[in-house]
């Protein structure tokens, strides 16, 4: 089965200041993605960024990053230099990538970012 | 470009009364599925299809039915709604099969059930 944990509810951020999100997950599936993404108080679901079980480099989309340790099976987000539109409710999400596999999308719990000025 | 269209995004029910949540995409995505957003719960996977014809279940199932005989339309069933069952609910779409295959997300269905 699959299962994505997210375990801090809430964080705090200066603006201009690196922030580091934890996701940690569990899956039977030999290949899977890992997702990120973003809902703001407005609540739209905004993708962030794509992480291949098999790919070699760690994803990088702008100030997005994602830190992804295999053996660990963490694919923690990193966020460079807040802005304060970064303030909202984020979510860490898995599928399996083979036919026949755990194709459905699954996601965590989310944690709450708030950026200060 | 319409994406994936959530009608109705607001609803209040009475306990026992049935409603349908119509979901529709116009991007020939293979996958769809509905989940159910609530306050320090995440989304919770209710059901899923990888075509049409083909459904499954996901985490929270019980009190939901869906049927898909189109590819472009996934609608969920509430048969004999529940307080329980107060919720947003995200109808998603995507491509299936390997690669970065992004959820593409409705609007939100705000439902209350009195």
């Known amino acids: 089965a699959q299962k994505i944990t997210q375990t801090q509810p809430g964080m705090f951020v200066q603006e201009k200041e690196a922030v580091t999100l934890d996701c940690t997950y569990d899956t039977s599936d030999p290949s899977y993605g890992l997702f990120w993404y973003k809902q703001p108080s407005s609540g739209e679901m905004i993708f962030l960024i794509y992480?291949?079980?098999?790919?070699?480099q760690n994803a990088t989309e702008g100030r997005y990053s994602l830190n992804f340790q295999k053996a660990r099976k963490s694919a923690n987000l990193v966020i460079s230099a807040s802005q304060l539109g970064d303030s909202a409710m984020y979510f860490c999400?898995?599928?399996?990538?083979?036919?026949?596999?755990?194709?459905?999308?699954?996601f965590g719990k989310g944690m709450k970012l708030t950026v200060n000025p | 470009n319409a994406g994936v269209t959530q009608t109705p995004k607001f609803q209040v029910l009475k306990t026992g009364q049935s409603m349908t949540l119509q979901c529709a995409q116009d991007?020939?995505?293979?996958?769809m599925s509905w989940y159910r957003q609530d306050p320090g719960m995440g989304l919770r996977l209710i059901h899923y299809s990888v075509g049409a014809g083909i459904t499954d279940q996901g985490e929270v199932p019980n009190g939901y039915n869906v049927s898909r005989s189109t590819t472009e339309d996934f609608p969920l069933r509430l048969l004999s709604a529940a307080p329980s069952q107060t919720s947003v609910y995200f109808c998603?779409?995507?491509?299936?099969?390997?690669?970065?295959?992004?959820?593409?997300f409705g609007a939100g269905s705000r439902l209350t059930v009195l």
């Open positions: 999400a898995m599928r399996g990538l083979l036919q026949g596999g755990s194709e459905k999308l699954v």
């Open positions: 998603a779409s995507t491509e299936t099969g390997a690669g970065a295959n992004v959820l593409t």
């Open positions: 992480q291949g079980s098999y790919d070699q």
């Open positions: 991007m020939n995505h293979e996958y």
